[in-house]
């Protein structure tokens, strides 16, 4: 069958721009959201997380953004730089050891 | 300088070969991982431990083994019966407890 999340969604930002990159979680059980940041051929970096008794947290130049009633997590990166340039992708767990990974967004920075 | 190491980063594996990827990690955490990444893909767990001399299957264990002898490390052993074994393999690390964890990841190992 066809094998879905070959062609990551890509976003694709000016340096200088605030970037937003979205994910949809599954789970509505699901407390506790990280977004990771992978760069080619490298282990996921953790980034910033967020309990769901929260709706916002702020980082340094980063913001997670958590919307329980449409459960949607969302990662804005401010100035961004092309250092920045990689793939970020969100993980939900519910407690636990189980932590289910998102497939991920390439996002390129243009300088 | 804590962290998590994974070798070799690159590994060659001839058909009908047992393989072991090493991971170790001295961040003092009870709770270690191994996942498989494909292109373009997400992580798919492929086995758990929380604690020395226990572990448990994740959702793609076949083809897999595992061991937990010591907290600081959690070898994986990629078997002949697991067909496809070209991927990404990343072990990652957690406090334990009953509550949410970080995972924390190493570098990877590519099999080819």
């Known amino acids: 069958g066809e094998s879905v999340g070959l062609h990551l969604p890509t976003l694709s930002v000016q340096e200088g721009d605030n970037s937003i990159i979205n994910c949809a979680y599954s789970?509505?059980?699901?407390?506790?959201f990280i977004w990771y940041k992978q760069e080619s051929g490298k282990g996921p970096q953790f980034i910033i997380d967020?309990?769901?008794?929260?709706d916002k947290r702020q980082g340094q130049r980063v913001t997670v953004l958590l919307n329980k009633t449409v459960k949607h997590l969302s990662l804005q990166i401010a100035a961004t730089q092309p250092g920045d340039s990689a793939v970020y992708f969100c993980?939900?767990?519910?407690?636990?050891?189980?932590?289910?990974f998102g497939a991920g967004t390439r996002l390129f920075v243009k300088a | 300088d804590g962290g998590i190491t994974q070798s070799p980063k690159y590994l060659f594996r001839k058909e009908g070969q047992n393989v072991t990827l090493s991971c170790e990690q001295n961040?003092?955490?009870?709770?270690m991982y191994w996942y498989r990444q494909d292109p373009g893909q997400g992580l798919r767990l492929i086995y758990y431990?929380?604690?020395?001399?226990?572990?448990q299957k994740g959702d793609i264990a076949e083809g897999y083994s595992v061991s937990r002898e010591k907290k600081e490390s959690f070898p994986l052993t990629v078997t002949s019966a697991q067909k496809n074994p070209t991927a990404f393999y990343l072990c990652?690390?957690?406090?334990?407890?009953?509550?949410?964890?970080?995972?924390?990841f190493g570098p990877g190992t590519r099999l080819l």
């Open positions: 990652a690390s957690s406090i334990g407890g009953g509550g949410p964890v970080t995972q924390y």
């Open positions: 789970n509505s059980a699901s407390d506790y």
């Open positions: 967020i309990r769901s008794n929260m």
């Open positions: 993980a939900e767990n519910s407690g636990g050891f189980k932590t289910i």
């Open positions: 961040l003092n955490h009870d709770a």
């Open positions: 431990s929380q604690i020395v001399n226990d572990f």
